[in-house]
């Protein structure tokens, strides 16, 4: 810009009544169509505040805050595209915010923080895997399923 200010995006990872596989999709496909208009996207993970209506949507069991693997899925997406990409995991391993398994929930929100200082995909790519990750891969599968449904 003329003036010298840059442009900040912010990106929500999976809003209400959005599968995980297409929340995913959306903030990739997101991160691509401002790329020309801003310097750095910041990825802001779902989490459930008090007093809201997507709180009454979760304790009715209609929504679950995004998986940690799908963060980092996105992270590397959108950084493989060459587009800088930081996320604050806030909330991280707890039930109303992003979380996995609950094993492996901290170290994957320490990697990521190493990741948003580094920008290094490396830092994601040798992430350890855990057995939670079939689970959410199986999510990513069904979940999409149960979203597109036609209800008869
Ligand atoms: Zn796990």
């Not at 596989?21 to 997101?30: E, H, L, N, T």
């Not at 915010?97 to 990741?115: A, L, Q, R, W, Y």
Request: charged share 25%; hydrophobic share 40%.
């Amino acid at each position: 810009m003329e003036c010298g200010a840059t442009v900040k995006t912010y990106l929500l990872l999976k809003p209400p009544f959005v599968s995980e596989k297409k929340a995913i999709w959306d903030v990739i496909r997101s991160a691509d169509l401002v790329a020309p208009y801003s310097s750095t996207n910041s990825l802001n993970l779902c989490n459930v505040q008090k007093y809201t209506a997507l709180e009454n949507l979760w304790k009715r069991g209609y929504y679950r805050p995004p998986w940690l693997w799908s963060a980092v899925e996105a992270i590397k997406a959108i950084k493989r595209m060459n587009i800088t990409v930081m996320s604050d995991p806030v909330g991280a391993g707890h039930k109303r915010g992003p979380h996995n398994c609950g094993k492996c929930d901290h170290e994957i929100k320490e990697t990521v923080k190493e990741f948003n200082i580094t920008q290094d995909l490396h830092v994601l790519e040798r992430q350890a895997d855990c057995e939670c990750k079939a689970v959410w891969q199986e999510v990513l599968k069904y979940d999409d399923l149960l979203f597109d449904s036609t209800i008869v």
